[in-house]
């Protein structure tokens, strides 16, 4: 067995454990540790499988920023739960639901081993129409141009879920800002970890999403390392969640769907179908529509994780 | 001359490899919070730098040599922030009971 | 075997793990956690599509790899709406669960100050 089969068996076990350790952990804190530490191995795995763009996105977004709303709402959970609410289930439940488990993992174990071979792909049509964007990241190019719609409708699906975790709280709070995301009084190391990493986080972000369209990067990865950023400095009571109805919340929320719909209304007047882009305009258009995406992926992810409006809205 | 940086390379990140090793026995059999929290920081940062010593020799151009720095030094800021909450934290639990 | 399809099983073996986890466990952020599992999974599967799927100077098929960035994307959000739901429930109830059968409802507390 040579030595990268070896990495990848171990890496295969370790994950395998990791995510036991996390479904059984029975505290929450420990669970989400577990978890944050299963999805960074998971990124390299990605990187075993050569999708560096999604290593990024998972490493930012599935294990750091989940990781971080769920370690807040376990905070907030905290005061004493009913007895009966943390038994676990019953045996023959258990029994069934591992049963269950087992088919549905050999199941998918079959399609994995039983896949076409070679399975259908459509690297050659990418490869085709890459030059035509001007774009080096095929990625980027499948995200913003050959499958636009699919990325619209997704930016658009934030936007709902901010609009439905504003929604879950309080009608008589509603305009007021969310809780507050750090304690009252912030430990001085996390000011210093914040002054001190912020602002090149910040030039990071920005870079990773310039650099994405021809190398791996991109809106998405960019947008979660500022937003990130964000919620540093919100945690560290620098700055404070803004009110919901703040005007230029709202705006920046809905920039990123916003443009990226009017460029693909404007396909018809420009380039003869909805989401076309004019042929030597591409590359310009594309990094305006990914600059807007940007800016509200890094507003949007914060404002999903501080939650629900919390105060008076008179205030 | 290349084999020798070969050499290097993986002595150094041999070198790195071991100083995690430690850090992890650490965690392990060590008796306290604080005492853990301690040799982890140290040697999860000695450990890296000498992972990224041995990544110098191996890189493109000097801007990812650069890159590679920056990586250690930002994971250094981070975790010695990190440490110190952890340890507050933990002091302040402690004072509670 | 190759890494691709061992990466494929392990997809599989997640998401049954997830599976077990959802239904077993009693507290819904650790139910949310193996939501978020099957999720992982699934994707290591269009991951091993994407990677078998390679040609054309690719080293793996761009399509199913941006399918997966939204996935990612989509799954966090759904997270974050289940999340503040959970809380709204115990901040209203004291409880988090809907089962009104397994813990009777608790005396009204004060509005909480912070």
Same mark, same amino acid.
């Given at each position: 067995m040579s030595v990268l089969q070896a990495l990848d068996l171990g890496l295969a076990i370790l994950i395998l454990a990791v995510a036991c350790t996390t479904i059984a952990t029975r505290e929450i804190f420990g669970a989400v540790v577990n978890y944050v530490a299963y999805g960074l191995l998971l990124s390299i795995v990605w990187i075993r499988l050569y999708a560096p763009d999604v290593a990024l996105t998972e490493a930012a977004i599935g294990c750091g920023v989940t990781g971080v709303m769920l370690v807040t709402a376990g905070a907030h959970l905290r005061r004493p739960v009913h007895a009966r609410d943390a038994e676990p289930s019953s045996l023959p439940v258990r029994f069934l639901a591992a049963v269950l488990a087992v088919l549905a993992a050999a199941a998918i174990a079959a399609v994995v081993l039983l896949l076409p071979e070679p399975p259908p792909s459509l690297a050659l049509e990418a490869r085709q129409s890459l030059a035509a964007t001007g774009l080096g990241n095929p990625i980027t190019a499948v995200l913003i141009s050959f499958r636009s719609f699919d990325t619209l409708l997704e930016k658009v699906v934030l936007l709902l879920a901010v609009v439905a975790v504003w929604s879950v709280g309080p009608d008589r709070q509603w305009g007021s800002a969310p809780e507050s995301? #750090?304690?009252p009084r912030p430990d001085g190391a996390l000011i210093f970890f914040e002054q001190a990493l912020v602002p090149l986080g910040i030039l990071v972000g920005v870079h990773i999403f310039w650099v994405g369209a021809d190398e791996p990067g991109g809106a998405f990865q960019g947008g979660a390392i500022l937003a990130a950023m964000w919620m540093i400095v919100m945690t560290a009571r620098q700055a404070e969640p803004p009110r919901i109805d703040a005007r230029w919340l709202r705006l920046c929320l809905v920039a990123g769907p916003a443009v990226f719909l009017i460029a693909g209304l404007a396909g018809p007047g420009m380039a #003869?179908?909805?989401f076309a882009y004019p042929a030597g305009f591409a590359k310009p258009i594309i990094l305006f529509i990914e600059a807007f995406m940007l800016l509200s992926i890094a507003v949007t992810l914060p404002m999903l994780v501080a939650g629900p409006p919390h105060g008076n809205p008179s205030e | 001359m290349s084999s020798a940086l070969d050499v290097f390379s993986a002595a150094a990140i041999g070198a790195g490899v071991f100083f995690f090793f430690a850090g992890t026995v650490a965690l392990l059999r060590f008796p306290d919070s604080l005492t853990r929290l301690h040799a982890l920081t140290k040697a999860d940062n000695i450990g890296l730098g000498f992972v990224v010593l041995g990544l110098l020799p191996r890189v493109d151009s000097p801007l990812d040599a650069l890159r590679l720095i920056a990586i250690w030094f930002l994971v250094q800021v981070s975790g010695a922030s990190t440490a110190q909450m952890i340890g507050t934290a933990l002091r302040r639990k402690e004072a509670a009971e | 075997m190759s890494a691709a399809t061992l990466a494929g099983l392990v997809g599989a073996a997640l998401v049954g793990l997830g599976l077990y986890g959802l239904i077993v466990n009693p507290q819904p952020l650790r139910k949310i956690l193996a939501f978020n599992l099957i999720g992982s999974g699934v994707f290591l599967v269009f991951g091993i599509v994407a990677r078998g799927g390679a040609g054309a100077g690719f080293p793996a098929d761009p399509v199913p790899q941006a399918m997966v960035i939204t996935g990612i994307v989509v799954a966090f959000a759904a997270s974050a709406v289940a999340v503040a739901l959970i809380l709204r429930l115990h901040e209203e =109830?004291?409880?988090? =669960?809907?089962?009104t059968a397994a813990s009777p409802k608790p005396p009204p507390k004060a509005e909480v100050t912070r």
């Open positions: 995301l #750090g304690k #003869g179908s909805f | - | =109830t004291g409880r988090v =669960t809907l089962d």
